[in-house]
């Protein structure tokens, strides 16, 4: 980047390299500097909701600013705070370089923080507890049926609050039955 002049280097998610204008043209890049004894590292967002989503990803112990880059480079801030509303540890240790104990660290950490200003929140028919709710009883079978996390959670939002998993899963059947 060049700000007045003086050139800076800032490590992105691949959202924010998606979002940016060509070479030449202004823009508004959201930053966090991030100073240790050794280095002095600069990253960058396109949106403040990804900077505040940076933010809490690396306020989590044993989650550096790279992790947190790679979690906003798989997830939107939005995904980021559901994943955590629900518990959902799979979603979480999905992001390649995230292992199953740090995703389970995240969700516990982050479950309480109140991310639902960073996008999202919970949603209807999520419940609070470990088991996620019928929304997510309901993408675990409907992966366990072949479709991808993507796919099952795509049809499962299009999909109104139900009162059951299988009820869930019927409905996000016949809206993947629709798009083929």
Not at 31 to 57: K, P, Q
Not at 101 to 125: F, S
């Amino acid at each position: 980047m060049d700000c007045g002049g003086v050139g800076y280097r800032a490590a992105v998610p691949v959202s924010t390299l998606r979002a940016l204008p060509a070479v030449g043209e202004e823009c508004v890049v959201h930053t966090r500097m991030v100073v240790r004894e050794d280095a002095m590292l600069l990253f960058g967002f396109a949106t403040r909701e990804e900077r505040e989503a940076f933010d809490a990803l690396t306020s989590v112990s044993k989650v550096g600013p790279r992790l947190a880059l790679a979690v906003l480079s798989a997830m939107t801030p939005g995904q980021v705070a559901e994943a955590a509303a629900r518990g959902d540890v799979r979603r979480f240790a999905a992001v390649p370089g995230l292992g199953r104990k740090t995703a389970e660290r995240l969700v516990l950490e982050l479950k309480g923080r109140g991310l639902a200003a960073v996008g999202g929140g919970e949603e209807p028919g999520v419940s609070g507890g470990d088991g996620g709710g019928p929304f997510m009883e309901a993408r675990e079978a409907l992966t366990g049926l072949g479709y991808s996390i993507e796919e099952a959670e795509r049809a499962l939002r299009d999909v109104p609050p139900q009162e059951s998993v299988e009820q869930y899963i019927k409905a996000a059947l016949r809206k993947i039955g629709g798009r083929r």
